[in-house]
């Protein structure tokens, strides 16, 4: 029982109860830990009562509607919880309503083999070294520290080595007011987080704030320091952890950093990041895929960060001013039998936090982008330039795009091979009467005319769910039938199957 109240830290998650008087706890666990969530229960609850805490009960969240890493706010409000106690891996999104106290856990860490692998990484460059984590190696970072502390001063090291800290445990919503803006950005005031808004317009990395002649950088739940005069370029990122979605998030938004993994599993470091190098050149070509869709689907994925909202509504004009048409869908956690009943979709728009954005959808029948690739492939002119956006609050504006009813010159189609034409639903509804009116029409009924409903099932037939709709031969169950009117209702059998009044009436007979 010891060994539990250390590794889910038992008495400080009472003192953060105790100290806030709430009364009513979810304790939210993910898959991997659910055969440790009674005991800690348990000792949580003999904990409280220790303390003068008896009243306070306790509420155990097995299944998240969501992602593991998000703060299920959806499921806590289900038993008007107060506050929400996170275990395991979390992607410290910004919450919405519920104040949230995080358990990252505590991975075993190889301190000496690790000092030494960051000596030796070190000595081969001459840039400085960052050290970032996974949270649930945060409790042995003092220690590795030390050790290196200790081997630098054998060695002679000169280096200098940066250690990033943790944002924050406790995490308190945005106020109302702010809210209306849901656009959030992260504070520390004594291990405590208050998210905040400002409204500004940005397409840029808001995980990098200027404080005087700092740059201050929060991702992920981590938060670094570097001199306003350096760039994120001169430093060798050294990650210790796992290939799991928090590095992928640190080697997609530094994609132009030297970056070496430290494999707490194997005790030694790799610099292969290539698989992710691969993800970048297949998120360019469904960039390229989803610039000649006409019918979006926008995913809800999250129901409890900051900000999702803005970012929906944000997506809806932006697909609007691109003259296609969008759904918006709300469906759990989505796999591909899910997304299979909207076949009429083209493209999903997925919107989640930003360690669940990279949806694998290689077995999915459309493809499914993130807010910041929509951004790329629906606004016009705008090219990649490398960088790459995870977290859908870097790209909230309060600006919204313009709506043009005017088709826009021919693009090049990099999937289709040639230029294409954009179709503008908005321009078709309002039509102008001009001089080739009548050749205009003429077209749209040849098009028409010769359409084939096998052709509008294609990808790129149809501009809205109403047309693949009408092209299908199956359309579901009406009440409309083309045939005589039914025959009257008769009685039928009555009995068991195993023998039938009128069947027992003959064998007696």
Known sequence: MDDIDARYEVPRTADFIRSRAYTRVALQFPDEMLRDAAAVARALRRELAGGGGGGVKLFVMADTAYNSCCVDEVGASHIDAQCVVHYGHACMSPTSNLPAFFVFGKMPLDTNACGRSLLECSRESDKHILVLYGLEYAHAIDDLKAVVAELYKSHSGSVEVQYADVLCSVMSPSSAAEREHDQSDGNTHSNDVSIQSDGVATFVNNCCNVEGSK????????????????????????????????????????????????????????RDVSHLMKILRRRYYLVEKAKDANIIGI??????????????????????????????????????????????????????????????????LAPVITPFEAVLAFTRGREWTGEYLLDFKDLITTE??????????????????????????????????????????????????????????????????????????????????????????LTGRTGRAAGYNHETTKSAQ
């Open 215 to 270: 740059r201050k950088y929060n991702l992920g739940g981590l938060t670094w320091s570097t001199p306003i005069d350096d760039n994120m370029e001169d430093y060798v990122l050294y990650w210790i952890g796992q290939d799991n979605s928090a590095f992928a998030n640190i080697v997609l938004t530094f994609n132009k950093c030297d970056i070496v993994r430290y494999d707490t599993v194997a005790n030694q470091p790799s």
């Open 299 to 364: 995913l809800v994925g999250t129901l409890g960060v900051a900000g999702y909202l803005h970012i929906i509504e944000q997506m809806k004009y932006l697909i609007k001013a691109a003259g296609k048409k969008s759904y918006t869908l709300v469906m759990g956690r989505p796999n591909s039998a899910k997304l299979a009943n909207f076949p009429e979709c083209e493209v999903f728009v997925y919107v989640s936090c930003a360690q669940t954005a990279l949806l694998d959808s290689k077995e999915f």
């Open 400 to 489: 919204k795009p313009e709506i043009s009813n005017k088709t826009e010159e021919a693009r090049f189609s990099f999937i289709k091979g040639g230029y294409v034409e954009d179709s503008c639903t908005e321009g078709k509804e309002e039509q102008s009467e001009t001089s080739l009116a009548l050749a205009e029409v003429t077209e749209k009924a040849l098009s028409i005319r010769n359409l084939n409903n096998d052709a509008v099932l294609y990808q790129g037939g149809a501009n809205s769910a109403i047309d693949y709709l009408k092209a299908r031969s199956y359309r579901g169950l009406t009440g409309e039938y083309e045939g005589p009117a039914p025959d009257s209702v």
